[in-house]
């Protein structure tokens, strides 16, 4: 016999990220994934966020690693909410994780929270968390093939950053071909350059993010 | 991509869909996998034929539905098989294209034997 079933098999996931994104709308609360390789400057791209939007919004940070709390640290020092999630093993974070930080974390007080999603290309793309965007981090030292190569992931940001532009003389870095690349998998993708190193393109930064927040506050 | 953990919740999903009715033996699992839903089925079936021993599910057969990634363009309405993950119309060239199938991951049906 036939029993007909057409259930989506991540739907576990997709329930808990759509409870997650209701308690963030309910309290005004604006949501950014940040993905990216280990080591693409995810951590660099909120500090250098956090500096210049700090006095705007209150800003928090939900970290994502395997291990340590290093991240959490960092940005901790910058006097912000912070939670360090360890996933002991775990390559992303999933909607359920984030659920239970919320339990403990004080989102309700906040206007803006950065969640830093565990250093990985792949599999966090397919993740929901509850999330307004995701905003991909890619370095200039990882060559420009990463959209051609990890394709998900480009077509489900909002905002590819392309950190480490401080350190193009000395690679051979073929940013136009990127973002070809990039705008093929998603044309509607945002793309900005910027080195947290020196400072350049930070102000392009979080002027999206400005975007973005004034944007969801219009919504309601 | 974690084949293991979409294994277990298939293995949960048609435990639910069982619940209350006389079955003896699930005998197959009709899934439907789109290209880019990033499962990759030979994965899923290992993963499945592991941890689903000493189940009522063990020994079910994985029967899936493929479907191609395909795109429809929001300007000419010219629907296209997309590859290599270019999502630009091939008609009209136009960069705003939609993905009507090639997304999906779904338990479609289970055949089973009652009694």
Redesign the interface.
């Known amino acids: ?10 739907k ?1 996931n997709e329930a808990i990220a759509e409870q997650n994104r209701k308690k963030f709308r309910e309290r005004n609360v604006v949501v950014f994934n940040l993905i990216g390789s280990p080591g693409a400057g995810k951590t660099s791209v909120i500090e250098a966020a956090i500096e210049r939007l700090k006095e705007e919004y209150r800003i928090g940070v939900i970290e994502g690693d395997i291990a340590t709390s290093r991240d959490a640290e960092r940005i901790a020092k910058l006097g912000v909410e912070t939670l360090q999630i360890n996933t002991r093993g775990a390559c992303h974070l999933d909607a359920n994780m984030i659920a239970a930080a919320l339990c403990e974390f004080p989102y309700q007080a906040l206007d803006l929270l950065f969640i830093e999603n565990v250093g990985n290309l ?2 966090p ?2 993740y929901d968390l509850g999330e307004d965007a995701k905003v991909v981090v890619i370095s200039v030292p990882e060559g420009p093939d990463k959209p ?1 190569k990890y ?2 992931i480009f ?1 489900n940001a909002s905002l590819m950053l392309i950190n480490k532009t401080d350190l193009a003389p000395h690679c051979s870095f073929d940013a136009e071909a990127m973002k070809q690349d990039a ?6 993708l945002d793309i900005i350059g910027l080195s947290c190193e020196t400072g350049e393109g930070a102000e392009e930064w979080t002027a999206w993010l400005r975007r973005r927040m004034r944007q969801r506050r219009s919504d309601r | ?2 084949e293991l953990s ?1 294994a277990s ?2 293995i ?3 435990k639910k ?2 619940e209350g ?1 006389e079955i003896s033996r699930v005998t197959s699992l009709r ?1 439907v996998i789109g290209e ?1 839903s ?1 499962v990759v089925p030979e994965s899923l079936e290992f993963a499945f034929g592991v941890i689903s021993k000493g189940t009522f599910v063990e020994n079910a057969r994985l029967d899936f539905v493929r479907k191609p990634l395909v795109g429809k363009c929001l300007e000419c309405e010219k629907e296209f098989a997309v590859r ?5 119309c091939p008609e009209c060239q136009s ?3 939609e993905i009507v199938s090639g997304r999906e ?10 009694g």
């Open positions: 016999m036939e029993i007909r079933v057409l259930s989506d098999i991540l576990a792949v599999c793309a397919g051609a394709p998900l077509r705008l093929g998998v998603n044309p509607s | 991509m974690h979409i919740n298939l949960d999903i048609v869909a069982v009715k899934i880019m990033m290599d993950f270019l999502f630009r960069p705003g294209v991951l779904l338990l479609e049906s289970i055949e089973c034997e009652q």
